[in-house]
């Protein structure tokens, strides 16, 4: 069935610092979205891209979704502490609207 | 406006033991999903229900299995319950009609002794 990936399963980084969690798959994404789960917490939405090529930027973090459709990427700019979490990315696929999800990044923000 | 509520937060049960865990989806959806997140892990999708059937399922046994009520709410079923079915359950709505996300509810965190 469909499978997605992510890397890396872990990052530690310095406050002020960059991130970067990677989304692959070796067949074509539907839609990709991204979520964040704090420790003890639930996923929480954070943007749904559609479009081969997208780019979109929340404050912070920039989404993009690659040419083929078969990857994705979330960077954030100059981590802060609250930016502490999991990230995953998700399959949004719309016949069944139904996600798949992979792993999930754990962010680890040293002050 | 309500958001996804579940219920219980926590349960703590036995080998063998039934559990039924509760999910009221945000106003205006129709749709619930639900999911399991075990440890470490991403949720991973157990079936979804819609107009009070299950429309589709993931790659879960039949010890589990759910039910919506005309509110649109839903209960999800875990039989003969297994050490490894430890795990956080997530309740997921949606509105049929959109593709719009779905919206989490903060789960049940359920443990098997």
């Known amino acids: 069935g469909q499978q997605v990936m992510q890397i890396p399963q872990y990052q530690h980084v310095q406050e002020g610092e960059d991130f970067t969690t990677y989304c692959n798959s070796s067949?074509?994404?539907?839609?990709i979205q991204w979520y964040k789960q704090r420790p003890g917490g639930h996923p929480v939405f954070l943007i749904q891209?559609?479009?081969?090529?997208e780019v979109k930027k929340q404050k912070r973090l920039t989404f993009q979704f690659g040419e083929a459709k078969k990857n994705s990427s979330l960077h954030i700019t100059a981590t802060q502490t609250t930016d502490v979490g999991t990230y995953f990315c998700a399959d949004f696929m719309e016949y069944g609207n139904k996600l798949v999800f992979g792993a999930g990044t754990i962010l680890r923000v040293k002050s | 406006d309500a958001g996804v509520t579940q219920s219980p937060t926590h349960l703590i049960k036995t080998r063998g033991q039934q559990v039924t865990l509760r999910c009221s989806p945000k106003s205006g959806h129709d749709t619930v999903s639900w999911y399991q997140q075990a440890l470490g892990q991403g949720p991973q999708f157990i079936f979804q229900y819609y107009e009070e059937e299950e429309r589709q399922r993931g790659n879960f046994p039949d010890r589990f299995s759910g039910h919506q009520f005309p509110n649109y709410s839903s209960e999800l079923n875990v039989n003969a319950l297994l050490l490894g079915d430890s795990a956080l359950y997530l309740c997921?709505?949606?509105?049929?009609?959109?593709?719009?996300?779905?919206?989490f509810g903060p789960g049940t965190r359920l443990t098997v002794l």
């Open positions: 067949t074509t994404l539907s839609n």
């Open positions: 997921a709505s949606s509105f049929v009609l959109t593709t719009d996300t779905q919206y």
């Open positions: 891209l559609v479009k081969s090529g």
